[in-house]
């Protein structure tokens, strides 16, 4: 069936480094992905979505790609912050409202 | 911003309890979900709601039924409690109908059947 799915389900990177979350989709018709982010003892929480009709969208330290011919998507984390620890979720409610397992990223000082 | 807010943190509940889940948002959101997350599992849904009264099964709703009296409100009640229902319980709510909404979610409720 459709499916989105994350890369890896741990990362690793030191404070100050940049770090990039992976996710790949299957469902061509989707057209529109969230990210989500979840702290430790917390629900996800938003942090950035994007169209189809974009390639990328930028927030404020968060970048995230899309590159529908290789039904790929990417968040980006600039200058990555112990802060940022969490499990980051890829959603395309398009496809189906369940999430999968999310990438752990762990900030280390 | 808005504000989903679960009725308890944590829960400690026995076998063949039935068990009520309460769920609450602000923002007059038409649209309430019901996941569960164990480790390893990622989120799975197990009921949604796009409107009062309404209710769809989710990926794994066996041994689960909700409630949704009021827009404001969606309720998870697990009718005879077993030790596999231990697990994060999360609620969530969008706005719109379709799905391009993100949602909003709760805090959890942490389940122990014991």
């Known amino acids: 069936g459709e499916s989105v799915g994350l890369h890896l389900p741990t990362l690793s990177v030191q404070e100050g480094d940049n770090s990039i979350i992976n996710c790949a989709y299957s469902?061509?018709?989707?057209?529109?992905f969230i990210w989500y982010k979840q702290e430790s003892g917390k629900g996800p929480q938003f942090i950035i979505d994007?169209?189809?009709?974009?390639d990328k969208r930028q927030g404020q330290r968060v970048t995230v790609l899309l590159n529908k011919t290789v039904k790929h998507l990417s968040l980006q984390i600039a200058a990555t912050q112990p802060g940022d620890s969490a499990v980051y979720f890829c959603?395309?409610?398009?496809?189906?409202?369940?999430f999968g397992k999310g990438t752990m990223l762990l900030v280390s000082p | 911003d808005v504000k989903v807010t679960q009725s308890s943190r944590y829960l400690v509940k026995r076998t063949g309890e039935k068990v009520f889940l309460e769920c609450v948002q602000d923002?007059?959101?038409?649209?309430m979900f019901w996941y569960r997350q164990d480790p390893g599992l990622g989120l799975r849904l197990i009921y949604f709601?796009?409107?009062?009264?309404?209710?769809e099964k989710g990926d794994i709703p066996e041994g689960y039924s909700v409630s949704r009296e009021k827009k404001e409100r969606f309720s998870l009640i697990l009718e005879s409690a077993s030790t596999n229902q231990t697990s994060m319980y999360l609620c969530?709510?969008?706005?719109?109908?379709?799905?391009?909404?993100?949602?909003?979610f709760g805090n959890g409720t942490r389940l122990t059947v014991t």
């Open positions: 969530a709510s969008s706005f719109s109908s379709g799905k391009r909404s993100p949602l909003h």
């Open positions: 469902n061509s018709a989707s057209d529109y």
């Open positions: 994007i169209r189809s009709n974009m």
């Open positions: 959603a395309d409610p398009h496809s189906t409202l369940t």
């Open positions: 923002m007059d959101h038409e649209n």
């Open positions: 709601s796009y409107d009062v009264k309404m209710k």
